[in-house]
Nanobody, 117 residues
Framework: QVQLVESGGGWVQAGGSLRLSCLGL????????LGWFRQATGKEREFVAQ????????NYSDSVKGRFTISRDNAKNTVYLQMNKLKPEDTAVYYC??????????WGQGTQVTVSS
């Protein structure tokens, strides 16, 4: 099992940037496609971005395409989410996990991102 530890969230004004990190503890997750997800208050968790195991293929939700970039460093067992041009509607708790719908690690505690207008 892998323990997921997200960090890098915070408060930022609209138009600003943040870089999130997700560290996998316990064992390597370098052979998994990984994704970022988010959950706003009162809403269901939603997909944000995903990366193939090598990082060579990525995919984004329409709401973040062109503003967010997912990347990974398998040597550090870490996946990143660079978020630019942030909007108030990006406010949520952000989580990482596998991109698979059939296999997920236990969810971490996430990292809060708050974007003010």
């Amino acid at each position: 099992q892998v323990q997921l530890v997200e960090s890098g969230g915070g408060w930022v004004q609209a138009g600003g940037s943040l870089r999130l990190s997700c560290l996998g503890l316990g064992r390597t997750f370098s052979n998994y496609a990984l994704g970022w997800f988010r959950q706003a208050t009162g809403k269901e968790r939603e997909f944000v971005a995903q990366s193939s195991w090598s990082g060579g293929s990525t995919n984004y939700s329409d709401s973040v395409k062109g503003r967010f970039t997912i990347s990974r460093d398998n040597a550090k067992n870490t996946v990143y989410l660079q978020m630019n041009k942030l909007k108030p509607e990006d406010t949520a708790v952000y989580y990482c996990n596998t991109a698979s719908v059939t296999y997920r690690f236990a969810w971490g505690q996430g990292t809060q991102v708050t974007v003010s207008s």
